[in-house]
Protein backbone atom coordinates (compact mmCIF):
# COMPACT_ATOMS: atom_id res chain seq x y z
CA UNK A 1 0.00 0.00 0.00
CA UNK A 2 2.61 2.19 0.76
CA UNK A 3 4.35 1.74 -2.93
CA UNK A 4 0.88 2.98 -4.56
CA UNK A 5 -0.05 5.42 -2.34
CA UNK A 6 3.75 6.84 -2.86
CA UNK A 7 3.42 6.29 -7.06
CA UNK A 8 0.33 7.87 -6.84
CA UNK A 9 0.92 10.76 -4.70
CA UNK A 10 4.87 11.51 -6.96
CA UNK A 11 2.26 11.40 -10.40
CA UNK A 12 -0.30 14.01 -8.42
CA UNK A 13 2.11 16.17 -7.13
CA UNK A 14 4.53 16.11 -10.51
CA UNK A 15 7.38 14.87 -8.55
CA UNK A 16 10.57 12.86 -10.50
CA UNK A 17 11.35 9.89 -7.92
CA UNK A 18 15.25 10.18 -9.80
CA UNK A 19 16.06 13.83 -8.75
CA UNK A 20 13.36 14.16 -5.73
CA UNK A 21 15.33 14.18 -2.70
CA UNK A 22 14.20 12.57 0.96
CA UNK A 23 15.65 12.65 4.08
CA UNK A 24 16.34 9.79 6.89
CA UNK A 25 15.05 10.65 9.84
CA UNK A 26 16.68 9.12 13.55
CA UNK A 27 13.19 7.15 13.64
CA UNK A 28 13.03 5.87 10.30
CA UNK A 29 16.41 4.68 10.75
CA UNK A 30 15.30 2.11 13.89
CA UNK A 31 12.26 1.02 12.46
CA UNK A 32 12.32 -2.96 13.68
CA UNK A 33 11.69 -5.88 11.44
CA UNK A 34 13.46 -5.91 7.63
CA UNK A 35 15.79 -3.58 6.95
CA UNK A 36 17.59 -1.68 4.00
CA UNK A 37 19.83 -0.46 6.75
CA UNK A 38 19.41 3.07 6.22
CA UNK A 39 21.02 5.64 8.14
CA UNK A 40 19.86 8.60 9.87
CA UNK A 41 20.64 11.78 7.63
CA UNK A 42 21.28 10.23 4.68
CA UNK A 43 19.56 11.68 1.59
CA UNK A 44 18.18 9.20 -0.90
CA UNK A 45 15.58 9.92 -3.94
CA UNK A 46 12.30 8.54 -4.02
CA UNK A 47 13.15 5.50 -6.54
CA UNK A 48 15.78 4.57 -4.27
CA UNK A 49 13.28 4.38 -1.36
CA UNK A 50 11.16 2.32 -3.73
CA UNK A 51 13.45 0.04 -4.21
CA UNK A 52 14.53 -0.25 -0.22
CA UNK A 53 10.93 -0.72 0.33
CA UNK A 54 10.69 -3.41 -2.21
CA UNK A 55 13.39 -5.64 -2.59
CA UNK A 56 14.80 -6.49 0.65
CA UNK A 57 11.64 -5.31 1.98
CA UNK A 58 13.00 -2.63 4.04
CA UNK A 59 10.62 -1.18 6.74
CA UNK A 60 12.68 1.14 7.17
CA UNK A 61 12.55 2.37 3.60
CA UNK A 62 8.50 2.23 4.24
CA UNK A 63 8.51 4.44 7.25
CA UNK A 64 10.54 7.16 5.18
CA UNK A 65 8.27 7.09 1.86
CA UNK A 66 5.00 6.81 4.60
Avoid: C, R, W
Amino acid sequence: MTAYTTLHLVEKLGLDMDTELVTISEEASHVIGTSAELVAGDMLTIAQLMYGMMLPSGNDAAFTLA
